[in-house]
């Protein structure tokens, strides 16, 4: 019985080793983004693990202005699989970059 809840135990310890690292998820959902929205993501601005893998909100360069401060930015809302595959994603909002939050 002892062996059975070892094998359990290192099965689920194999599992996880087998997941990649929060660095690993930040760098895949950047590029799998930006290869399904043809734009590149600035910055990740949140970041967590949820019940079906990871939860990212991710700033886009939408739109480049001059000056700089007048480009359109979005942020994304990103989902992925315990492995790092995006599952999803929608766009939340778009802002000037050089805008602040009204309620900050």
């Known amino acids: 019985m ?3 809840s070892e094998n359990q135990s290192g099965n689920k310890r194999k599992a996880q080793e087998d997941l990649p690292g929060a660095m690993d998820v930040l760098r895949g959902a950047r590029a799998q983004l930006a290869e399904l929205t043809g734009m ?3 910055s990740v601005s949140s970041f967590e693990r949820s019940e079906d ?3 990212l909100r991710v ?3 939408e739109l480049a202005r001059v000056p700089d401060t007048m480009s359109l930015l979005a942020s994304y809302e990103v989902e992925l699989d315990p492995h790092g595959e995006l599952t999803g994603y929608r766009r939340l909002r ?3 970059r050089g805008r ?3 309620n900050t």
């Open 94 to 96: 778009r802002y000037e």
């Open 53 to 55: 893998g990871w939860l």
């Open 2 to 4: 002892a062996n059975t």
């Open 100 to 102: 602040a939050d009204r």
């Open 59 to 61: 700033e886009v360069l």
């Open 40 to 42: 590149e993501a600035e």
